[in-house]
């Protein structure tokens, strides 16, 4: 079972973010400093589970909250930024992936950019994830790597939490078809 | 038998299941030796997704590749050149031999580490491998052999579960002679108190299932698996042919409604709909009429006026028309004085409403000033008139009782609303846009480092590259040789190089709110 120790917030909580938004869209950089800088860990993690690649990763980061930082009106009213965040990220991500505007030469998925070895059962786990497209990839690593709940992914991912049960179980499967040939 | 779907499995991986829902799951993986090894390897997929994706850069790390955004959208707003992306992961190497980052100048950033718990386990050295009871308890089949992988096959909730406590070991194993058949239950997980014993079965139970209704106010309940052969009955309500048997439709005491589509049945209700407003069409009325008499007892009366009823008396019908006003009459227009038409059609009646910019304040009710008089236009949209003050002069002669009540009238044609929105503040105020609350564009601790980059000749250098070592960024030369960027106030070292020129590092003290430089860089030899 899991360890739930690290779901100890909840990622749709809008706190001070709405606050926050506002300020920042009336022109104060302090407080669009602070919102981006609110949600860096959870946006490096996400990054780099959509791009398997630490230097891809850090070039999502910095495109993503720089994108978030110029359409912050688009943000919801009154809800979390961090949703919002992640749908922006994979958004990012999918459209490199699809122009090839990735970083030249980069393969699509290389073990050696996860910057940790791999075991040899490791790697056709992280082979068949890699192979998940990008929305695929995101919706099974906050399920898995961040434990949020169902209900929460399916606000994030703006789906209904059945859609969203079924899609990670199918996704699972996938996972384990493929590893398995 | 049948398998626990993908989506149980998945759900019950998440935690996501509880109740009789998670209790089935449970009780098929003890049950089912392939179920429990999927399930086992679902679980090892999360652990190894867990141990290589949960990774984050360190705190200075991440707190450079901040700032780097920040300075970008810094300049960005105060209309600079934005700086180019520089990665903070991989120290800043400059071209050439004698690059001073090669010769160690410039600071190296620390290696990347792995922050979670599960990221601190050994790579490349495998877990110890569980251990595995040498007797699992007669009730759980597990025939799982631990691999050579790094991961238990089982995860920790399908390890063997816990003996029970000594008195209750009983009732795995045929207690008394009598009954013959006794369907023991599971033991109680760990920690689940109390244990409600099973109560003895009937006398003559063979084989005894379903097991009895727990008693009142038992906190726990297990009940005994089912079994072997044992099916459970069909309820009166379910649909015997999916049972396989045959000629169901006379067994069955509920008849089985024809299965519809949803498009079908959102069909349907469109159509309802529909003939129902087309109905109710017919019946509504050209003129809600709203007559509110003088004096604090009269009360109001509403009156819904059909324009073709034939009942309308003339007069009503001309008083009609002069109201509506947009619509040519089903009579003729009487001839009204110029200052009474003119009192029909100007819109000096019509109520505006201002906004004020506080929200708490209600929104104020002025008149207009009066317009010049138009005469009756026969295709302008109708509008609704609430006479909120009636003058005597524009009341019309024909009225009812003219001065007496003050009637409203509501012609349900076409609405159209006018809203002027102003500003409890001065326009000048309310014309510009609105202050930035904060804005660090004049902000003394985001100094701007400007300079200049020329060669042995003094000519500027375009697209040399200046790299700011802390914060990490990288902007470049425009076609006059200049830079500017904007930087925390304190010492920066950048470097500046251009192709076919040497290395040049400086380092400046930022204060104030413009620092100039001028770098003239050598031809490489």
């Keep these: ?181 | 038998m049948r398998h626990v779907t993908a989506q149980q499995l998945s759900a019950f991986l998440d935690g996501a299941l509880s109740g009789v829902s998670r209790e089935l799951v449970t009780r098929h993986l003890a049950a089912c030796a392939d179920c429990r090894e999927r399930h086992a390897l679902w679980h090892i997929y999360d652990e190894v997704l867990q141990r290589v994706l949960s990774w984050e850069p360190d705190e200075h790390t991440m707190e450079q590749a901040s700032a780097r955004v920040e300075l970008a959208l810094t300049a960005e707003r105060r209309g600079l050149a934005l700086p180019e992306f520089t990665s903070v992961l991989n120290p800043v190497t400059a071209a050439g031999p004698s690059s001073p980052s090669a010769s160690g100048m410039f600071p190296t950033l620390p290696p990347l580490t792995p922050l979670h718990g599960a990221m601190h386990r050994p790579v490349a050295v495998a877990p110890p491998v569980p251990s595995v009871p040498a007797t699992p308890p007669a009730s759980v089949n597990i025939h799982i052999t631990p691999s050579a992988n790094s991961y238990p096959l089982d995860p920790p909730e399908f390890a063997p579960p816990p003996a029970p406590p000594a008195p209750y070991m009983a009732p795995v194993a045929p207690p008394a002679p009598a009954p013959p058949q006794w369907y023991a239950p599971h033991p109680p997980p760990a920690g689940a108190a109390p244990w409600y014993p099973p109560p003895a079965p009937p006398a003559g139970a063979t084989p005894w299932y379903p097991p009895p209704a727990p008693p009142a106010g038992a906190a726990q309940w297990y009940a005994p698996p089912p079994p072997a052969g044992y099916t459970p009955p069909i309820s009166p309500h379910e649909d015997l042919r999916a049972h396989g048997v045959p000629h169901a439709s006379r067994w069955a005491s509920t008849p089985v409604p024809p299965k519809q589509s949803h498009w079908g049945r959102a069909l349907l209700i469109g159509a309802a709909v529909l003939g129902v407003l087309l109905l109710l069409s017919t019946f509504l009325p050209d003129v809600i009429r709203i007559r509110v008499p003088e004096g604090r007892d009269a009360s109001p009366t509403v009156e819904l006026v059909h324009r073709d009823a034939p009942t309308l008396a003339p007069e009503q019908q001309q008083r009609l028309a002069e109201r509506t006003s947009s619509e040519p009459p089903l009579v003729p227009y009487r001839a009204l004085p110029a200052d009474s038409a003119a009192a029909q059609s100007t819109p000096a009646e019509v109520p505006q409403v201002e906004h004020s910019d506080s929200a708490l304040e209600p929104p104020a009710v002025v008149a207009a000033p009066p317009k010049p008089a138009v005469t009756a236009k026969a295709h302008a949209p109708a509008r609704i008139r609430p006479r909120v003050s009636p003058d005597p002069q524009s009341e019309d002669e024909g009225g009812t009782a003219a001065g007496v009540e003050h009637s409203t009238t509501f012609v349900p044609v076409s609405v159209k609303t006018e809203v002027r929105l102003s500003s409890s503040q001065p326009s000048s105020q309310a014309s510009s846009p609105p202050a930035p609350a904060a804005d660090t564009a004049g902000d003394p601790s985001l100094p701007l480092l400007c300079g200049e980059v020329v060669d042995e000749s003094g000519a500027p250098i375009e697209g040399a590259r200046v790299q700011v070592m802390v914060p990490a960024l990288t902007i470049r030369t425009d076609k006059r040789g200049r830079f500017c960027v904007a930087l925390p106030a304190g010492e920066r070292t950048f470097l500046v190089d251009a192709a076919g020129f040497q290395a040049v590092t400086r380092g400046v003290e930022l204060s104030g709110a413009t620092f100039e430089t001028h770098v003239t860089l050598t031809a490489a030899r």
């Design chain 1, 1 to 181: 079972m899991h360890d739930n120790s690290n779901a100890h917030y909840s990622w749709t909580e809008p706190g001070r973010d709405p606050e926050l938004a506002l300020a920042a869209q009336r022109g104060d950089l302090g407080a669009l400093f602070t919102l981006l800088r609110k949600y860096r860990r959870e946006l490096w993690r996400v990054c780099f589970a959509l791009t398997l690649d630490r230097q891809r990763a850090e070039r999502l980061v910095h495109d993503t909250l720089l994108r978030a930082a110029k359409n912050l009106r688009s943000l919801p009213t009154g809800s979390s930024m961090l949703p919002w965040l992640v749908r922006l990220a994979a958004h990012l991500a999918t459209a490199a992936a699809k122009s090839g505007t990735q970083a030249p030469g980069a393969e699509p998925f290389s073990p050696e950019a996860l910057g940790t070895g791999l075991t040899e059962m490791e790697r056709p786990v992280l082979e068949a994830f890699a192979a998940l497209p990008e929305g695929e990839r995101l919706l099974l690593a906050l399920d898995t790597i961040e434990h949020i709940s169902y209900p929460e992914l399916a606000v994030i991912a703006k789906r209904e939490v059945p859609v969203i049960m079924n899609q990670v179980a199918l996704i699972r499967a996938r996972i384990a078809r493929e590893e398995a040939a």
